[in-house]
């Protein structure tokens, strides 16, 4: 770490929403290291973001990846949990199939945000200390339609996950919160979703509009400030008031 410059951890920082958080926290001045399972990738990202980042390639749902991603940090100021994918899980999926989507979505998604946030734990900066997990509407909905099934569930673990953290950690002044985005354009999860399927998504979103990663990255920044040293333990919606449209 340069000096007293801050340093944030983002999973899942090389593309879409990640990136975005990543990108934010570059222009307040942090440190940022990036870590994710594809070095092409990672790489592009951090040539993308310029001076301050680092990157390590690691799947956050195997432990034995964990220790290399945190290789020369010796202190956390924030940990960015937003590594994850959806794989359609439904009761009408054949069961091997299912079975074997459910472990990989609950590996992504839940474990792998436990996994590196106690690894991370014992690094991060107290008082003061920041966790935020990036979670999504479909924790609170099921999902748009069906095949949501272990990707809701995931994000719901999460927020449990989230409530458990923050009562931890809060003797050491450390807070954890989550965020769960409505819908987001132009990510990984739905960039190749059919124009029509965007559109009423939109039309039921009372701000009239997709969101994009700056608008979580902003909930973020906020998180992360001294401003919000007092929250804790919460769900924070960014979705365009989608849930009342």
């Known amino acids: 770490m340069e000096g007293d410059r801050k340093q944030a951890v983002v999973t899942g920082g090389a593309s879409g929403i990640g990136f975005g ?3 934010a926290l570059i222009g307040t001045g942090y440190g940022v290291r990036l870590v994710g399972r594809t070095a092409d990738r990672l790489r592009d990202a951090a040539e993308r973001l310029g001076d301050g980042v680092s990157w390590r390639v690691a799947d956050v749902g195997r432990r034995g990846d964990i220790a290399g991603a945190l290789d020369g940090l010796d202190r956390v100021d924030v940990l960015v949990n937003a590594a994850g994918f959806i794989r359609g899980v439904a009761l009408a999926t054949p069961a091997d199939e299912a079975e074997a989507a459910w ?13 590196m946030t106690h690894a991370v734990a014992p690094r991060l900066c107290s008082p003061g200390g920041r966790i935020v997990n990036i979670s999504s509407i479909g924790a609170q909905t099921g999902g748009s339609r069906p095949g949501g099934l272990a990707y809701a569930a995931a994000k719901s673990g999460l927020h449990g996950l989230t409530y458990a953290l923050a009562r931890e950690l809060a003797p050491r002044g450390i807070t954890a919160n989550v965020i769960a985005p409505g819908f987001v354009a132009g990510t990984g999860f739905t960039g190749s979703w059919p124009e029509e399927r965007v559109s009423a998504i939109i039309a ?11 608008d979580i990255a902003g909930a973020v920044l906020w ?14 919606p960014v979705n365009g008031g989608w849930r009342i449209g």
């Open 21 to 23: 958080i990543a990108r």
């Open 103 to 115: 472990d990989a979505v609950i590996a992504a998604n839940l474990k792998g945000t436990f996994l």
């Open 204 to 214: 039921e979103t009372p701000l009239g509009r997709a969101g994009t990663p700056d």
């Open 223 to 236: 998180l992360a400030s001294d401003a919000a040293a007092f929250v804790t333990g919460v769900v924070i």
